[in-house]
């Protein structure tokens, strides 16, 4: 049994808390929050102990695993923390506000022999594991296009403030949303993002970031060849929208999230039936990283993949600020 600490109890770390529940191979032992209620509902609901700071936690505890649930502008002091105590890391999504800082999270790791993942939740929802099961068969050919779109109302009065502060989240729908949706089709169409065109909005009631964002993204991928995909999300007001399409040779494949994925190779659509999963996305996150920490592999979302979705992000501000296409990989890494 592996003890894990949740740090950060907000949305996700309570999800977390959660997940780990389900998990006989796992044991939540602490949480670290800065709240002094919401951290004892927590301990008294999961029945771990609660610490207003990370270092008196990794001392007392000692875990073998840390769940960082942070404000992203603290991801890197977390990680690199939790990764001088010996942890293994599973670090939310995006992987901190710069790639710079992605850097020295993998060094560290590396340094120190601990094994780092990302949670990428993209890869444990279940549209999303049976559309990309039907990509990996290969029956509907070459991936040419896809495109991705995301309505949701993000200046909700309920969002934590942090969200709107560029300084601390990085960024606005984009940074946090986007950053799902590159990851999505980087990883469904087993390819990288290469150039970036972004415009974006900064229309929203509240704080200095971005509202919205059109991004043309171009995509190469060994098996896949060159392919192109468009994200658009918006934050303002409308009606909540999740939708995925993607092109490929002989056929086609959309993923409308929480309600389906739908396939067409001829003149109609598919439903396709979706297996029953009894576990939670967040649990089959967890054993992903236990499988890699049995088998010394890297897992699906490393730090250098999770990385790639960090550098598109930084290429979508480059590419609004300078209104020019941002090739990847030719910049000094800032
Ligand atoms: N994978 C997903 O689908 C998903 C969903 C939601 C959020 N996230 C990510 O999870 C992270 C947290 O997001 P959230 O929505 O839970 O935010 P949140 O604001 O709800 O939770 C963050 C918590 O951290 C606490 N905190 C802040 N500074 C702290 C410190 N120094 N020490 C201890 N606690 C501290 C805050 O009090 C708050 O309770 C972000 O990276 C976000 O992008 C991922």
Known sequence: MMRVAVIGGGAIGLRHLEALEELEELEACAVVELDETIRLQLARRFGVKAYAGMEDMLAAEQPQIAVIALPHHLHEEAALLCISSGCHLMLEKPMANSTASCDRIIAAAKRQGVTLMVGHTQ???PENRAAKAVIDEGSLGRFLMAQDTRHVDYFRRN???????RESAG???MMNLGAHSIDKLQWLTDSRVRKVKASLTYLGDRGNVEGSGMLMLELDGGATGTSTATIVQSGYKGASRSETELIFTNGMLRIVAGE?????????YEKLA???EPLI????????????LRSGSEPECSGSYSRSV????????????SGLEIELGKRESG
């Not at 389906?260 to 109609?268: H, N």
């Not at 996305?281 to 890699?292: E, G, I, K, T």
Request: no cysteine; aromatic share 14%; net charge negative.
């Open 281 to 292: 996305p967040l649990a089959l996150q967890f054993l992903d990283l236990l499988a890699s």
């Open 159 to 165: 969002r934590p403030p942090w969200f709107f502060d």
């Open 260 to 268: 389906g994925v739908y396939v067409s190779k001829g003149d109609s």
């Open 310 to 321: 960090i550098e598109a992000l930084e290429a979508v501000y480059l590419s609004h600020e």
């Open 123 to 125: 890869h444990y929802l």
């Open 171 to 173: 960024g606005g729908i």
């Open 274 to 276: 979706l297996p029953e």
